[in-house]
């Protein structure tokens, strides 16, 4: 098992901080329990977020800036997610394409 990371600052997380990480994350469809439980901040999405203990500190401190951390973690996530899509359909085009054409000489 890899060792979870905060999303802002790369540290390893501390136990506590992993245990609810894990716990909330696997809670998300129970509210009842999932609001018992509440203690990490929340992302986009309504999930949660994975900080460690310092960040969770600052992020209470100074919620603003860190919705704009989370917001622009969002667009780097779209922005992954669309170039992975287009190189996937560009090569299921050059697959299809060599299939039914076949090597050129």
């Not at 973690?73 to 779209?78: D, N, S, T, V």
């Given at each position: 098992m890899t060792a979870c990371r905060?999303?802002?600052c790369s540290a390893n997380?501390?136990?506590v901080q992993e245990l609810r990480f894990l716990v909330e994350t696997e809670?998300?469809?129970d509210p009842v329990h999932l609001n018992r439980i509440r203690r990490l901040p929340v992302a986009a999405n309504g999930r949660p977020l994975r900080v460690c203990k310092t960040?969770?500190?600052q992020m209470?401190?100074?919620p603003?800036?860190?919705r704009a951390a989370v917001e622009q973690?969002?667009?780097?996530?779209?922005l992954r997610t669309g170039m992975l899509a287009a190189v996937g359909i560009l090569s299921a085009g050059w697959f299809l394409n060599m299939l039914l054409h076949?090597?050129?000489a």
């Open positions: 905060c999303q802002f997380l501390e136990p809670t998300l469809d960040c969770q500190s209470e401190t100074n603003a800036r860190f973690a969002c667009i780097r996530r779209q076949g090597p050129r």
